[in-house]
């Protein structure tokens, strides 16, 4: 895979993107993919993983860190599509929080992941492909009302 930047023109949220889905089982992200791309990602940053904690109940993602000489870094690992997304710092709900990723992210490409860049995280949902989405996730966006298309892919709805 590899890396996503610029606008969110051109992206599509798949089915499922939200966490919510009806009918046949959505992919799930494994945890233990995550964590073995994370491991080969702190090599690559000559860096040392932090925490690692894998999606907990209503939340869309899992979140890891590692630590290197630039500092922390923390990741979100959507936990049904092979998505990746930095931040600042774990918590449970983003909105604008999102960064450009560190130029060692690239080696979470290898393992089938996707990094977004921050461009296409902030972008307005509006200025995406939602077509796949599902009437129980556009209820679910109603709802709650996410600005960004991060929003939408990193949340923790119930």
Do not use: K
Not at 51 to 68: E, K, M, P, R, V
Not at 89 to 100: A, S, V
């Amino acid at each position: 895979m590899g890396q996503v930047g610029g606008s969110g023109g051109g992206f599509r949220l798949e089915r499922g993107a939200t966490g919510f889905f009806s009918g046949p089982v959505v992919l799930r992200t494994d945890p233990g993919v995550c964590r073995t791309a994370w491991y080969a990602a702190a090599r690559a940053a000559r860096g040392q993983v932090g925490d690692f904690a894998a999606a907990a109940f209503a939340q869309s993602y899992h979140s890891a860190t590692i630590n290197d000489r630039d500092g922390d870094h923390c990741a979100l690992f959507h936990a049904h599509h092979p998505l990746i997304a930095f931040v600042d710092e774990p918590r449970d709900w983003y909105t604008d929080q999102f960064r450009e990723p560190p130029a060692w992210a690239a080696a979470l490409g290898d393992f089938g992941f996707t990094v977004l860049g921050a461009s296409v995280l902030l972008s307005p949902l509006s200025s995406v492909d939602t077509s796949a989405l599902s009437a129980e996730e556009w209820r679910h966006i109603d709802y709650w009302r996410p600005e960004t298309v991060g929003a939408v892919l990193f949340n923790s709805w119930d």
